[in-house]
């Protein structure tokens, strides 16, 4: 590609609503544009990376065995009323009526459109075990959109669904997804984890995340290198083994809230540390919704402001951490590294902390939960107990250490909650009906170009992993391309590498070196070729890799074998 054919759309500008890098950078580098919050325009050079998360993702999933379908993004509420989570979904299923008053839904996942197939496509078990896969457009209507395409409301998803027989068949396509995934994140280049993930609204019993590892990730993980133990924190704290568990208090309902507030907005709000802060909570109480803030241990806790949130806040005061554990009726340290959960409803506040940090349960129920618009018993919170840095992994392995990643991948063993509802069933070998059981496995296609920005950027501008680049190499001819004796040589190289099967942009605007040089960097190409005259009486040319400190001086012929 020539720029003059491929123009870049290079601005200096960044938006006002872009607060993390990647979104930052994605719009300076003319990635994507922002049609409406949380709805964005992929540009062609944005595109070419997210084609190739599409390519390596398929490629790897075809080696599977998965197959390849296109599903439909309008799905019926039929099927979802099957299922009851036309209910239970809340807002941020996109609901619609068609101009004969029946209601649809744009698909934010396919269970129910791949569970109607399966039930209509599959007869026999001679036909399983079978994973279907797409790749394909979803719709959530997020509470709070934001960074981009990292949580936008349209996005692209690889959803896979596998159909089987019985539980060790499913494992084992499970397994296989787990080394797929692993093999997708390897290819990509990115520096990830597998954890132990709750299983949230999509349910099912046994779950993975692969979480990317980056500062600006919205959830917690903890993982050790001498263990094999990895989970996401709001799981680790379920997993955990327990402490000391002090007298129960009484019935609320505790919801795990991730996206709706951060940890900036919150700690800034209660003016503690931010990086004391493990994450936000909201905490349903008998009345109304509640915000709190989790906390390390080891904390000073300052006298605590809460003044500001209009509707759900009263003032709350505490002065000492001693106060709030005695309002709480739990020694300090009773569960180890204890934490801290400061809800905001002043009247309420002592007895939710203290459910809230013991995980005391009464004859009550007591529920923790995903998103708060999403109402789902999950466990118990029973075994609920933080999990702090340097904690001893559950197998006593190694000491876990707490990072920060973007959730890119979620695996499920989903059982049969979705074919039981549907009654998805097949004739077993003894001629009988079965119900099938189902896996799930997704990847967030889009999201995954944000994560591999927030993994590599630097003040300059985005560092892609080769494998998503989207052009390895940028040939940059200096004064101002136009000598003939310039051109040939460069045309020439241009064709080799081409020819080599390298993807070639070449800057053949009549722009100064600089210019040049700081777009193919905000662009984040990882090889930079640039050839003057000087290079020119000498056959070589100054090459300079895109994190390299110094250039170096490569043979024209010598190029191609170089920058394979
Ligand atoms: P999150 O916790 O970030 O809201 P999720 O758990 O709701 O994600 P899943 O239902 O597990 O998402 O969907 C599979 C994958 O789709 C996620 O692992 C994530 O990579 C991606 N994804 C989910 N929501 C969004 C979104 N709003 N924008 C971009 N990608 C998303
Ligand atoms: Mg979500
Ligand atoms: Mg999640
Ligand atoms: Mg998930």
Redo the contacts with the bound molecule.
């Keep these: 590609m020539r720029t003059s054919q491929f123009p870049l759309s290079t601005v200096k500008e960044t938006p006002a609503d872009a607060e993390i890098a990647s979104h930052k950078l994605m719009i300076r580098a003319g990635l994507i544009r922002k049609l409406a919050a949380g709805i964005y325009t992929w540009l062609p050079l944005g595109l070419r990376v997210l084609r190739k998360v599409e390519q390596i993702t398929r490629e790897e999933m075809n080696k599977a065995g998965a197959l390849e379908v296109l599903m439909p993004a309008l799905q019926p509420a039929e099927l979802w009323q099957e299922t009851g989570r036309w209910e239970k979904y809340g807002p941020e299923l996109a609901r619609m009526k068609d101009r004969h008053d029946r209601d649809f839904c744009l698909g934010p ?1 396919h269970e129910e459109i791949i569970t109607d197939l399966a039930r209509n496509e599959l007869k026999s078990y001679k036909q399983l075990p079978i994973t279907y896969y797409q790749i394909q457009t979803k719709f ?1 209507d ?1 509470i709070r959109p934001r960074f981009g ?4 409301r349209e ?1 692209v ?1 690889k959803d896979a669904y596998s159909f089987h027989l019985d539980q060790a068949s499913l494992q084992q396509t499970y397994d296989v997804m787990y080394q797929t995934y692993t093999n997708i994140f390897n290819r990509f280049g990115l520096k990830f984890r597998a954890v132990i993930a709750d299983s ?1 609204a ?1 349910g099912g019993a046994v779950s993975h995340e692969f979480h990317v590892l980056a500062d600006s990730g ?1 959830d917690a993980i903890a993982f050790s290198d001498s263990s094999d133990y990895a989970a996401n924190v709001e799981k680790a704290e379920a997993l955990a083994p327990g402490g000391e568990r002090p007298s129960p208090a009484q019935t609320m309902t505790l919801v795990d809230t ?2 709706q507030h951060s940890i900036e907005e919150v700690s800034q709000f209660f003016q503690v540390d931010a990086t004391r802060c493990l994450k936000t909570l909201i905490v349903r109480g008998e009345n109304a919704p509640l915000i709190a803030l989790l906390l390390r241990g080891d904390h000073e806790l300052n006298p605590i402001k809460a003044e500001k949130i209009p509707g759900v806040l009263s003032p709350l005061q505490f002065a000492s951490d001693e106060e709030i554990v005695a309002a709480c009726g739990c020694k300090p340290g009773s569960l180890g590294p204890i934490g801290l959960a400061m809800p905001i409803i002043a009247d309420r506040s002592a007895a939710i902390m203290s459910d809230f940090i013991c995980g005391a349960n009464q004859e009550g129920k007591h529920y923790s939960g995903v998103n708060w618009e999403r109402d789902l018993p999950l466990p118990e919170i029973n075994d609920l107990r933080m999990v702090v840095e340097g904690d001893l992994s559950p197998d006593g392995k190694g000491q876990l250490t707490i990072a920060r990643g973007i ?4 695996i499920f063993q989903l059982g049969n909650k979705y074919s039981e509802a549907m009654n998805a069933s097949i004739v077993n070998e003894a001629g009988k009906n079965q119900i099938m059981i189902m896996g799930c496995y ?3 296609i ?2 995954v170009v944000a994560a591999a920005i927030e993994q590599g950027h630097d003040e300059r501008g985005i560092i892609w992993p080769n494998e998503l680049a989207p052009f390895q190499v940028a040939i940059c001819p200096m004064n101002m391309y136009k000598s003939d004796r310039l051109i040939d040589t460069v045309e020439k190289i241009y064709t080799d590498l081409l020819d080599a099967g390298i993807e070639v942009l070449l800057d053949d605007r009549k722009v100064r070196a600089g210019f040049m040089f700081s777009d193919m960097e905000l662009i984040g190409i990882p090889h930079r070729i640039v050839i003057g005259d000087r290079g020119l009486d000498s056959g070589t040319v100054e090459y300079q890799g895109r994190t390299d400190k110094e250039s170096q001086e490569v043979p024209f012929a010598e190029l191609v074998d170089f920058i394979k």
Aim: no cysteine; hydrophobic share 30%.
């Design positions: 996942t959530r997020e395409v990292m949580r936008s996005f998803m949230g999509i919205e991730p996206n959730e890119v991948g979620h997704g990847i967030g889009s999201r």
